[in-house]
């Protein structure tokens, strides 16, 4: 059984910058592509960024391509999301999660297999 846990979170006020990290057990990351989700209150789960099985793809959602940064150790079996220029609309839980998708990058929540419990962050103006 693949788990994920996700840290870093918290408060941070506008412009600051919050690092996200995802540590997994039970397999080895290389076996997956990775993804950071994420749910403000009131709204459905939305893509934030994504990263192929072996780190040579990124992709990221418009609004926070040039602010944030995925980034993956498949020796520490471990995925990053370093969040800069945070601002107030970034306020969600965050979302770490697996595919095992390897041929294409995917963004679809229903795209993702195995999930973590989210860390909140919340950005005040």
């Known amino acids: 059984q693949v788990q994920l846990v996700e840290s870093g979170g918290g408060s941070v006020q506008a412009g600051g910058s919050l690092r996200l990290s995802c540590a997994v057990s039970?397999?080895?990351?290389?076996?997956?592509?990775m993804g950071w989700f994420r749910q403000p209150p009131g709204e459905e789960r939305e893509f934030v960024a994504a990263?192929?099985?072996?780190?040579?793809?990124?992709r990221y959602t418009t609004s926070t391509k040039g602010r944030f940064t995925i980034s993956r150790d498949n020796a520490k079996n471990t995925v990053s999301l370093q969040m800069n220029s945070l601002k107030p609309e970034d306020t969600a839980v965050y979302y770490c999660a697996a595919t095992a998708e390897r041929l294409r990058m995917v963004i679809r929540p229903d795209d993702y297999d195995y999930w973590g419990q989210g860390t909140q962050v919340t950005v005040s103006s």
């Open positions: 039970g397999r080895t990351i290389s076996d997956y592509g």
């Open positions: 990263i192929s099985f072996h780190s040579t793809v990124t």
